[in-house]
């Protein structure tokens, strides 16, 4: 295998990214669905009809509460990322080495190595593809960024791989 690399900024942008792919669509739907009720509700009250918009805002309200409820986990997630990055000096630039021993991460603070067997798995959605490690740490890398050698390389050295 030959050795690749690649850069990444991880910055609000970035961690907008990473919660957008770990976003689930049904959620995403969710939220489509309250902010049309929310405009039925609107709607109804100015054309005069507040049976309509009465129903619609119960219906609306529930709506929000149930995604406000499933949005918890993707807070924590976004907690973690802004903690883990928030700590890099702006902008928090990473390089990622791909080679024969893993990946090597290199920012401000100096480089972690991750050998090919603590790596447990890979899953890629079309931006983000989430290095998941045998300690229960996930590695955001954004696609956008890694070249198609870097790419191959790390679905060759991985066992599991997943695509959304």
Same mark, same amino acid.
């Given at each position: 295998m030959t050795e690749s690399s690649f850069s990444y900024t991880a910055d609000k942008r970035f961690v907008r990214q990473v919660l957008q792919a770990?976003?689930? !669509?049904? /959620? *995403?739907?969710?939220?489509?669905?309250?902010?049309g009720l929310a405009a039925l509700v609107t709607y109804s009250l100015l054309a005069h009809q507040p049976w309509?918009?009465?129903?619609?805002?119960?219906?609306?309200?529930?709506?929000?509460?149930?995604?406000?409820?499933?949005? !918890?986990? /993707? *807070?924590?997630?976004q907690k973690s990322l802004t903690a883990q990055f928030g700590s890099l000096p702006q902008p928090a630039e990473i390089t990622v080495q791909v080679d024969d021993a893993g990946l090597r991460f290199t920012n401000a603070h100096g480089s972690q190595d991750v050998p090919w067997s603590h790596i447990a798995s890979v899953h890629q959605t079309r931006s983000v593809w989430f290095v998941h490690t045998t300690e229960g740490t996930t590695l955001p890398l954004p696609a956008a960024s890694m070249p198609p050698d870097a790419a191959a390389a790390i679905t060759a050295g991985v066992a599991t791989v997943t695509t959304a």
């Open positions: 770990t976003t689930p !669509k049904k /959620l *995403r739907q969710l939220n489509i669905a309250v902010a309509i918009g009465l129903l619609a805002g119960i219906g609306g309200a529930i709506a929000a509460v149930i995604a406000i409820g499933a949005q !918890k986990p /993707l *807070r924590e997630v």
